[in-house]
């Protein structure tokens, strides 16, 4: 998300358009709790990056370095460890809150680009989920009452 560009993102989605692999290559619908962040991120971008003013740092020279180093920090700082802490895991966390949550395990999948490696049938025949069967599954998503009023709460800071 630190490379994705405001213009990446319409109405209801991420476009994530620059990935490793084609099956990475996908829409992601923007899940209700965070759609005003999101917008709010997008009209007050000052350099077209959904996320503006982030350096570019590590080998790779990509935007996200210095969030990596923030996130363990903050992570560390607050006594959290273990997979479900590390930045690079949300993919993961989402796609098992909307499995969670109900929606069924290829959609989940899809939707966070990830392939599932189980030569399942599914897997042959899945090209890419319908726009309302993924914005169904996302909202699905949750980590408990808790943590979305957290995650609401700050969309409120934020936003204002």
């Known amino acids: 998300i630190a490379e994705m560009l405001t213009k990446d993102v319409t109405g209801e989605f991420f476009r994530v358009v620059s ?7 996908r829409k992601v619908p923007i899940h ?3 759609k005003d962040l999101i917008s709010n991120l997008k009209e007050t971008s000052s350099d ?3 996320i503006s003013g982030l350096s570019r740092g590590g080998e790779d020279g990509k935007r996200n370095q210095n969030i990596g180093k ?9 006594g959290y460890k273990g997979r479900a802490t590390v930045l690079h895991s949300f993919r993961h966390n989402l796609s098992t809150a909307m499995f969670n949550g109900g929606a069924p395990r290829e959609v989940a999948k899809s939707i966070v680009g990830h392939s599932s490696g189980d030569n399942s049938s599914h897997d042959i025949y899945i090209d890419s989920v319908d726009d309302v069967v993924a914005q169904q599954a ?8 808790g943590i979305n009023a957290l995650v609401e709460g700050l969309v409120i800071v934020v936003s204002n």
């Open 19 to 25: 990935a490793k692999n084609q099956e990475s290559v």
């Open 32 to 34: 209700p709790i965070i």
């Open 48 to 50: 077209g990056f959904l």
């Open 70 to 78: 923030k996130f363990g920090y903050l992570k560390t700082k607050l």
């Open 138 to 145: 996302i909202q699905k998503a949750s980590y408990g009452e």
